[in-house]
């Protein structure tokens, strides 16, 4: 059983920075991707970076060169961090860490979610 728990929200004034953590362990084979998420008040959830186990790396519009996602495979855990700056109210969300095995074929997990607010 693969669990994910989150960690690193709160509340950040427009311009701040944040780092969320997100800690993946079970049984995890490769090809997997992690995922981070976002969804704002009366919006869908939308894809806002990933990484892949090979390292392959993608940002939405919206933070690319704000947002910086990286990852940590020791100790038959994978850890995945997405480091937020000069962030904005628009960022304002619940972030969901989600892991996804395999390609073609493949199942998804997800972490609880945690709130990002930035405010002043």
């Known amino acids: 059983q693969v669990q994910l728990v989150e960690s690193g929200g709160g509340l950040v004034q427009p311009g701040g920075s944040l780092r969320l953590s997100c800690a993946a362990s079970g049984t995890i084979f490769s090809p997997n991707t992690m995922n981070w998420y976002r969804q704002a008040p009366g919006k869908e959830r939308e894809l806002v970076a990933s990484?892949?186990?090979?390292?392959?790396?993608?940002?939405a519009d919206s933070v690319r060169g704000r947002f910086t996602i990286s990852r940590d495979n020791a100790n038959a855990k994978i850890t995945v961090y997405l480091q937020a700056n000069s962030l904005t109210p628009e960022d304002t969300a619940v972030y969901y860490c989600?892991?996804?095995?395999?390609?073609?074929?493949?199942?998804?997990?997800w972490g609880m979610g945690t709130l990002v607010t930035v405010s002043s």
């Open positions: 989600n892991l996804r095995i395999g390609t073609l074929k493949y199942s998804d997990f």
């Open positions: 990484i892949t186990s090979s390292a392959l790396i993608k940002y």
